[in-house]
């Protein structure tokens, strides 16, 4: 039984439906949204092992395919959800700016097999680093681009 239990699920905006899902559905890699990104001085503890984990999927907007996953964790030493897809967000260049984040996306193929890479860890963001990110039309990327800030994190 995870101690995550009592954590609600996200509301939904828009209509969409946001729900609980099982491991395996990380398979598909979710997008990075910083909306449950930690922010400046957050310290994140992860679960420590597979029975404590929960994951959500969240749509990213009406009509989009694309979809966002979450995990349960400890954010400040509350019970919070994180974007799994904010851990290994990419530049323009396609690569990942943050240690951490680097070791987190090397640890499997996908994000199911990444996820014990983060058991019994604490994380705290330290700073961030400006770089640049594709610009997205209709859900599609394109060859413009923007400033950005990346989250740094300390293992703790």
């Known amino acids: 039984m995870s101690k995550f239990n009592s954590l609600e699920i996200p509301k939904s905006r828009e209509g969409m439906v946001c729900k609980q899902v099982d491991v395996k559905a990380l398979k598909e890699s979710g997008v990075a949204m910083s909306n449950y990104a930690p922010q400046m001085g957050d310290v994140v503890e992860f679960p420590a092992n597979q029975d404590e984990c929960r994951f ?6 009406k009509n989009a395919t694309q979809k966002q ?3 349960a ?19 323009a260049k396609n690569e990942i700016v943050d240690d951490f984040s680097k070791s987190f996306y090397e640890s499997g193929e996908d994000d199911e097999s990444r996820i014990p890479f983060l ?3 604490t994380i705290r963001m330290v700073s961030t680093k ?5 610009v997205f039309e209709n859900n599609q990327p394109t060859d413009k681009t923007r400033k950005s800030n990346f989250p740094i994190y300390q293992v703790q």
């Open 119 to 121: 058991f019994g860890k």
């Open 130 to 134: 400006e770089d640049e990110v594709r």
């Open 69 to 71: 996953y979450l995990m």
């Open 73 to 91: 964790v400890t954010k400040n030493g509350n019970h919070a959800w994180m974007s799994l897809g904010s851990i290994r967000r990419r530049n």
């Open 56 to 61: 959500v999927e969240v749509p990213i907007r």
